[in-house]
């Protein structure tokens, strides 16, 4: 089984001025010690669990450490695509992509 997770967390309980990037910091810290597969992008990060239980589990050691650290409200999207068939599609959906147009990402 795969699991796809997109997902954005953050607090919005501080100036909308200041930048979020050390509260998300520590976010990416606990996804990459899950050792689970992640990309991190400038929007969300995307992980690969290989159940739904684990994918659950990591969002809320998320958000449990930006509680930890003091954060009021946290602001979340979460994308999910779930496939029984197949494994590390993180790699394999940009791979499928980039065998009709060539390398997409710089």
């Known amino acids: 089984m795969s699991v796809l997770l997109n997902m954005a967390m953050f607090p919005l309980d501080n100036s909308e001025n200041k930048s979020k ?3 998300v910091s520590e976010i990416i810290q606990i996804i990459r010690d899950s050792g689970f597969k992640y990309q991190l992008t400038s929007m969300a990060t995307n992980i690969e669990t290989n159940t739904l239980r684990q994918a659950l589990d990591l969002i809320e050691k998320c958000y449990n450490k930006l509680e930890e650290i003091g954060c009021k409200r946290v602001y979340s999207t979460l994308t999910f ?26």
């Open 21 to 23: 990037s050390k509260e």
């Open 81 to 106: 695509d779930i496939r029984k068939d197949c494994d590390n599609r993180i790699e394999g959906k940009v791979k499928s992509v980039e065998e009709h147009i060539g390398k997409v990402s710089k």
